[in-house]
């Protein structure tokens, strides 16, 4: 009992903090942006507020986000800006992708992100944009031979060798878990862990101790996943990264429902339905409803 009283306190002491960032914007404003954008003829500029603007709730409230990612594409189109359509495409399938969980629709902007680079015959510095969409689609779907094609066109071998926190490297782990082959995870988390736990706190990364954690849970450790789960949460509330909390949340539920720890898995159910009115992560809700379901 005192356990879920500590836990409660916990929770209640972020969401003010979430609260509080709301309020603040951690100046942004949403108004003032929308503003901008009207004042200006340059559809440049235009443009770039928008991805700002798109990137800003891309990890707390998905549908915003593509909302005016959408609209960044509209102009790009009339203006016939297509490095800046290429860029849309790339922000917009990473949502539906990483927030939204629609990944049919990922997918579908991640292909016309390739098509689109095909055609500018862009290098594969820039096209690596393309692949990581498509790696994370293809492995969302369960295609694991496409995931993996676009795995080596995104992280050729030399690059995996070398691969360290940063950079994109960081996601190989991810990667890698979703296809679930947790030997490779590992190898690439571990590290990443490690370099995030010598950075200042201020600038570590909540999402290394959730695929941590998801990793763990994976392998039936619980113990450790339930320790790198709790470890993101203030980070996550710092950074604004809203669906790294509720991802976090997400993995407590699977993890004490798995432990058969009742109490816990439906207080960390009950949280992810909870600020899921406030914030998005279809994954982890559909996660929490299904934990819930069978044990309320």
């Known amino acids: 009992m005192k356990k879920i009283v500590l836990v409660a306190f916990f929770f209640i002491a972020c969401i003010s903090i979430v609260k509080a960032q ?42 915003t986000a593509i909302k005016y990612l959408k609209l960044a ?25 990483q927030t939204l969980g629609n990944y049919p629709l990922g997918l579908h902007f991640a292909t016309e992100q390739l098509k689109l680079g095909k055609k500018l015959n862009l290098p594969d510095s820039i096209m690596k944009d393309a692949y990581y969409n498509l790696t994370f689609s293809y492995a969302y779907l369960k295609n694991k031979d496409l995931a993996y094609k676009y795995l080596d066109l995104r992280w050729p071998i030399s690059r995996r060798i070398k691969a360290k ?17 947790n030997d490779s995870a590992l190898i690439y988390s571990s590290p990443t862990v490690e370099a995030n736990r010598k950075m200042v706190y201020e ?21 450790s996943a339930i320790i790198y789960y709790k470890l993101s949460f203030p980070l996550a509330i ?29 207080y960390y159910g009950s949280q992810v339905v909870t600020y899921s009115k406030t ?11 299904k934990v819930l379901y069978k044990n309320v």
């Open 22 to 63: 709301l309020s603040s914007g951690s100046n942004f404003n949403l108004t003032d942006s929308l503003l901008a954008v009207n004042n200006t003829q340059d559809n440049a500029k235009k443009i770039d507020i928008l991805f700002k603007i798109g990137r800003k709730y891309a990890f707390s409230q998905g549908d």
């Open 73 to 97: 594409v509209d102009i790009a189109i009339k203006s016939k800006n297509e490095r800046s359509l290429f860029k849309a495409y790339y922000y917009i399938s990473a949502t539906y992708n």
């Open 165 to 181: 926190f940063g950079g994109g490297e960081s996601n190989l782990a991810k990667v890698y878990n979703i296809l679930e082959n």
């Open 203 to 223: 600038k570590r990364w909540s999402g290394a101790y959730v695929v941590q954690g998801d990793i763990y849970r994976a392998q039936k450790k619980y113990d």
């Open 238 to 266: 710092r950074a604004f990264f809203y669906k790294d909390y509720l991802e976090a949340s997400s993995g407590l539920t699977s993890t004490y429902a798995a432990l058969n720890e009742v109490d816990s898995a439906i």
């Open 279 to 289: 914030f998005t992560f279809t994954e982890g809700l559909l996660n929490a409803y």
